[in-house]
């Protein structure tokens, strides 16, 4: 089973650069999730979306944009990367039945800005 | 104030030891609580969750929740060296708000053998 598949595992952008992060899940779920990873921050809530067609702004979502563009595909767009946005992204997806929200996360997408 | 907090450690402690990792959360309506472990350069794993007070059991890993003093904690018995990660504590909003998951920010645990 693939699980949720993050692309690409590593990037590097010059300042002002734009790039998309894809992800794709294919255990049918409902919610996904786009975090970032500081050090000494944990992860960090960027967006969420609930179903497919919405999505909501999480604790950190300045410079950044998503799209759900089905049920199985979340992704993130920087418009104009900032050194700040250095850091490690994951997408995750969960069931989000009931009071169960486990989330599956991908490998994770390492970024530098510079 | 953040959401969720945690110590971010380092706790160490020594193999066979009684390893105790602790949460609070601020909104008072929040209804599920789960325990992930990271190992360095990996994604998050789900180790527990709870959402009735009281203790869950499972295996060497007991989740304990409080929810009048907004409070979760994760007991590792029997600590082994394997155990050694980021533990990080995750909490869903009052109405679960389509699945809205905020983590603390982790605390390292290291199992000295």
């Known amino acids: 089973n693939a699980g949720v598949t993050q692309t690409p595992k590593f990037q590097v952008l010059k300042t002002g650069q734009s790039m998309t992060l894809q992800c794709a899940q294919d255990?049918?779920?409902?919610?996904m999730y786009w975090y970032r990873q500081d050090p000494g921050m944990g992860l960090r809530l960027i967006y969420y979306s609930a179903s497919e067609g919405t999505t909501d702004k999480g604790e950190v979502p300045n410079g950044y944009n998503v799209s759900r563009l089905n049920k199985r595909e979340f992704s993130l767009r920087l418009e104009s990367a900032a050194p700040s946005q250095t850091s490690v992204y994951f997408c995750?997806?969960?069931?989000?039945?009931?009071?169960?929200?486990?989330?599956?996360f991908g490998q994770g997408t390492r970024l530098t800005v510079v | 104030q953040k959401e969720v907090e945690q110590n971010s450690g380092p706790l160490s402690v020594p193999e066979g030891a009684i390893a105790s990792l602790n949460c609070t959360y601020s909104?008072?309506?929040?209804?599920?609580f789960f325990w992930y472990r990271q190992y360095s350069g990996k994604s998050p794993e789900l180790i527990m969750f709870i959402y009735s007070n009281g203790d869950k059991e499972d295996g060497r890993f007991t989740a304990q929740l409080n929810k009048a003093s907004q409070y979760v904690s994760l007991l590792i018995r029997d600590s082994q060296p394997s155990d050694s990660a980021t533990y990080l504590c995750a909490v869903t909003p009052l109405y679960n708000q389509g699945g809205k998951l905020i983590f603390g920010q982790g605390t390292e645990l290291s199992v000295k053998p």
């Open positions: 995750a997806s969960s069931v989000n039945r009931g009071m169960n929200t486990e989330a599956f």
């Open positions: 255990m049918n779920h409902n919610s």
């Open positions: 909104d008072r309506g929040s209804q599920s």
